[in-house]
């Protein structure tokens, strides 16, 4: 039973910064258990923002991110993090942390993600 658990949103004007959490539950990191956030926004599909590879560390982020957002991990804690940077209106969005037990740095589409959170909000005025 794997569980993800997100926070860390909330409302903040543009260039602002944010920091989302999400702690699983139920599933070891490995190689093939790497961790990522998406995100999706009313009425459009979930997206891809970044992703961190379980073992190596090693990262990938969406060219709208990159520069802007940084990933990271806490093995010892089961948890990801995204930093969030000089936050944009067209950054809002509902935020997912998912597993995908599939996934890779180079296979990143949500449908290889194996387990979702529930979400957490991000809004960025203007």
């Known amino acids: 039973q794997v569980q993800l658990v997100e926070s860390g949103g909330g409302l903040v004007q543009a260039g602002d910064s944010l920091t989302l959490s999400c702690a699983a539950s139920g599933l070891t990191f490995s190689f093939n258990t790497d961790m990522g956030w998406f995100r999706q926004a009313p009425g459009k599909e979930r997206e891809f923002v970044a992703a961190?590879?379980?073992?190596?560390?090693?990262?990938r982020y969406a060219d709208s991110v990159k520069g802007r957002f940084t990933i990271s991990r806490d093995n010892a804690k089961n948890t990801i993090y995204l930093q969030m940077n000089s936050l944009k209106p067209e950054d809002t969005a509902l935020y997912y942390c998912?597993?995908?037990?599939?996934?890779?740095?180079?296979?990143?589409?949500?449908?290889?993600?194996?387990?979702w959170g529930q979400g957490t909000q991000v809004t960025v005025s203007s």
């Open positions: 998912g597993i995908g037990r599939l996934a890779s740095l180079t296979v990143v589409a949500p449908r290889f993600y194996d387990f």
């Open positions: 961190v590879s379980a073992r190596s560390g090693a990262t």
